[in-house]
């Protein structure tokens, strides 16, 4: 079992709709991270969140600590947004676990 | 600041050859980490260093990887000998105590 799992794992999307991709994991964190990565490769850290929410343009992360959750909210989506995300949580322990990634594609 | 610098950009080696990849965090960032990332197992972490000193290396594949950190400006991962299965991408990634990561462009490694 994956210490965190994404879901879900491909999404395609019209333009202009509302996205949300899900978080789960099973350890204590510390923190928890969303990371954008195109089809050229690099890779973008979106947000760091430790608890509540966080914004930035049109996109929103949130968490709930206690139900060891997290959405990424994507408003107005755009072919631009097209890219593989990926949820990652820095443990307790200082271990770092990863999710499998959500690969997007929004369609114009 | 350039941001996280990592070279080279692409490397094909062959196998048993040793391969030195390397990364320059950005300044003042005390975390740095090394990632690989292939299609089969996405992104892993293979080392992270606090301070230049490693934290944890459970992520090493193996005895043939080695990773230092002999300064604060610069970082080497280091793969001796190189086999094909090593072939990935590897991300280097700085950070600041309470903030997210920058990662570098990557190095792209083919083994023959």
């Known amino acids: 079992k994956n210490e965190v799992e994404q879901s879900p794992q491909n999404l395609t999307a019209q333009e202009g709709e509302f996205i949300t991709i899900n978080c789960s994991y099973s350890?204590?964190?510390?923190?928890l991270h969303w990371l954008q990565q195109h089809p050229g490769g690099g890779i973008v850290s979106l947000f760091m969140?430790?608890?509540g929410k966080k914004k930035h343009g049109r996109l929103i992360a949130t968490i709930n600590i206690q139900e060891k959750h997290s959405s990424l909210h994507i408003t107005a989506s755009h072919p631009r947004d097209s890219a593989v995300y990926i949820c990652?949580?820095?443990?307790?322990?200082?271990?770092?676990?990863f999710g499998t990634g959500t690969s997007l594609t929004v369609i114009p | 600041d350039a941001g996280v610098i990592q070279s080279p950009r692409h490397e094909v080696t062959e196998m048993g050859q040793e391969v030195t990849l390397r990364c320059k965090p950005i300044?003042?960032?005390?975390?740095l980490f090394w990632y690989r990332q292939t299609m089969m197992r996405g992104l892993e972490l293979l080392i992270y260093?606090?301070?230049?000193?490693?934290?944890?290396d459970s992520g090493m594949p193996e005895d043939r990887f080695s990773a230092k950190m002999p300064n604060a400006s610069f970082s080497t991962l280091k793969i001796q000998p190189s086999e094909p299965r090593d072939s990935a991408v590897y991300f280097c990634?700085?950070?600041?105590?309470?903030?997210?990561?920058?990662f570098g462009s990557g190095t792209r490694l083919t083994v023959v």
């Open positions: 300044s003042g960032h005390d975390y």
């Open positions: 969140l430790s608890s």
């Open positions: 990634a700085s950070s600041e105590t309470a903030h997210g990561y920058t």
């Open positions: 990652a949580v820095r443990s307790t322990g200082n271990q770092f676990y």
């Open positions: 350890v204590g964190i510390s923190a």
């Open positions: 260093f606090n301070n230049n000193v490693p934290i944890d």
